[in-house]
């Protein structure tokens, strides 16, 4: 919970840390935003090796991927050059020896034909056929015009390179270089960058469906005033994330904030309390985990306003009065469903003081498995927080760290209790 800002932002700068990635450029216009993927791994931790066809050169020079990738870049299966500190003359070998996975960005049409077929008549396919298939992973990231991606050799080769064990990303949508529209362009550098990380995450939540509820409620009063909270959804969002990198199906129930969605979490978006209780209602009879981190109002107007309230130039005021909202998670968690076992509940606790005392009253009060506490005026706002676990066995300390960082490590928490 905290304001707004761009899931971007709690990316911390180590996602990628330690890994060496082969980044393979094959040719297409696409190049372009190979720079920006580079320099976006780099910034992430990575150390990139860069490898480009002569068909990629046509579209941008090496010194531009030398300058970003801080490494020469390699171009030919003869170059005499040492690879990887090795002097014998054999690139292809070297470069994916050392690699935690080979990403190929853009793999244009022609690239991933010869892939399928074995070919290695230049350094990048050559290293793709020549790298160690058990332990060096291959990424592509196809982008190519929109007839090209839709004819059905593109898409039986597509077929065949994933059975042959390679992970083939999607292809964004929208406007292309040649002037037409539809599906083949290359993703963006930050969803690539997005991918390869939830690429390398243990996929501790495989086959779970979560459900996260996240941000304040909006009261109405009248058409133009009501009644929310600090809350800013970042918490929530995060842990949407988190949930789906590591391998969960994810449904972000969301109040009013203007973060955006991250990337593979479907989203339902909702005002007030009532209308989120009934999205999580409906939402939790297919969940397998909930995580309740909304803000929920704790009071509505006891009516809506049809009008707006005016002032009438006598100064009184208008007196409102309020009935109490239902408790979602309270009521989530009695469900058949939560009591059998089939829906693991957690909740979040805001508190000003006394975090333990009332983060272990509230679990009970809200008849939940895990808990967590954090300081409300401590986080609301802020890019990170402190969090305080508390289950029926006791207390585990997440201490302050991004509220990605928290949010990672909570799925490894709730991922830890889910399998016993
Ligand atoms: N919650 C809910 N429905 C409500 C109020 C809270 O589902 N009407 C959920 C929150 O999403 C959170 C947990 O209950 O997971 C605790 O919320 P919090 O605001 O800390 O506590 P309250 O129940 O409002 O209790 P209090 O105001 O006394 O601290």
């Known amino acids: 919970m905290a304001t707004s800002a761009p899931a971007r932002s709690l990316l911390p700068a180590g996602d990628l840390g330690g890994r060496h990635i082969v980044l393979g450029l094959s040719g297409g216009i696409a190049c372009y935003k190979a720079a920006e993927l580079c320099r976006a791994m780099v910034k992430a931790g990575a150390t990139v090796q860069v490898v480009m066809t002569d068909a990629a050169c046509q579209f941008i020079t090496p010194v531009t991927m030398q300058a970003l990738s801080g490494r020469p870049v390699f171009s030919s299966?003869?170059?005499?050059?040492?690879?990887?500190?090795?002097?014998?003359?054999?690139?292809?070998?070297?470069?994916?020896?050392?690699?935690?996975?080979?990403v190929v960005a853009p793999a244009s049409a022609d690239f991933m034909a010869k892939l399928v077929h074995g070919r290695a008549d230049e350094l990048l396919s050559l290293m793709c056929l020549a790298r160690p298939i058990e332990s060096v992973p291959l990424i592509l990231a196809p982008a190519m015009n929109r007839e090209m991606w839709s004819h059905p050799a593109t898409q039986r080769n597509i077929e065949q390179l994933r059975a042959d064990g390679t992970t083939v990303l999607d292809v964004g949508a929208g406007e292309q270089a040649c002037g037409e529209t539809g599906d083949g362009r290359m993703l963006e550098p930050e969803e690539l960058l997005y991918d390869l990380v939830r690429f390398f995450t243990p996929k501790l939540l495989a086959g779970q469906h979560v459900l996260v509820s996240a941000g304040p409620t909006f009261e109405a009063i009248d058409p133009v005033r009501g009644l929310t909270n600090l809350s800013s959804g970042k918490m929530g969002f995060a842990i949407a994330r988190a949930a789906h990198e590591a391998g969960a199906q994810v449904t972000l129930v969301a109040g009013p904030v203007g973060l955006p969605t991250p990337r593979g979490v479907g989203r339902v978006n909702v005002k007030s309390a009532l209308n989120m209780q009934?999205?999580?209602?409906?939402?939790?009879q297919a969940a397998t985990v909930f995580v309740s981190a909304a803000a929920v109002a704790d009071w509505r107007p006891a009516q809506m306003l049809d009008q707006k309230i005016k002032k009438d130039g006598s100064g009184e005021v208008p007196t409102l009065s309020f009935v109490e909202n239902p408790d979602i998670l309270a009521s989530i968690a009695a469900s058949p469903r939560a009591q059998s076992g089939a829906l693991y509940c957690v909740g979040f606790a805001a508190e000003s003081q006394d975090l333990l005392a009332h983060a272990q009253a509230k679990r009970v009060r809200k008849g939940v498995p895990l808990l967590v506490g954090n300081i409300g005026p401590d986080t609301f706002g802020q890019d990170d927080n402190a969090l305080l676990l508390v289950d029926a066995h006791g207390t585990v300390e997440l201490p302050r760290a991004s509220k990605l960082v928290l949010a990672r490590q909570l799925i490894a928490e709730i991922a830890r209790r889910l399998h016993g």
């Open 77 to 102: 299966q003869w170059d005499p050059r040492e690879a990887a500190g090795v002097g014998n003359n054999m690139a292809h070998i070297n470069l994916s020896r050392e690699a935690d996975a080979i």
């Open 278 to 284: 009934k999205s999580l209602d409906h939402l939790a």
